[in-house]
């Protein structure tokens, strides 16, 4: 039974905060993939005017879509963004 709970997380886990520099510094890594992705998906847009409706279908097969990972990696900074500031604010109103 304690073999079960050696790679468990207690209950603290959840309220860990990174450090603001570090956390900046993400953010600011993630802005730039953003732009680059953002770039990618125009491009990607500017050449499915060109393409006929077969070419659409396997032009892009096996690609990395920027448009989903775009998305993906929003969702990913948002939630990140969302749990720092909870953490700091009970953090805050606790500590």
């Known amino acids: 039974k304690m073999l079960m709970n050696l790679k468990k ?3 603290m886990y959840g309220l860990t905060v ?3 520099d570090k956390q900046q510094t993400e953010n600011e ?4 993939s953003f732009l680059n992705l953002a770039n990618k998906f125009n491009k990607r847009l500017k050449d499915e005017k060109e ?3 077969e070419e659409k279908k ?3 097969v096996g690609k990395i879509d920027p ?3 775009l998305n993906m990696k929003i969702d990913e900074t948002l939630k990140s963004n969302i749990v720092q500031n ?3 604010m009970v953090n805050a109103q606790v500590f």
């Open 9 to 11: 997380k207690n209950w």
């Open 18 to 20: 990174n450090e603001f």
């Open 29 to 32: 890594e993630q802005m730039e």
């Open 51 to 53: 393409l006929t409706e």
């Open 58 to 60: 396997v032009e892009y």
């Open 67 to 69: 448009r989903k990972r």
């Open 86 to 88: 909870l953490g700091a």
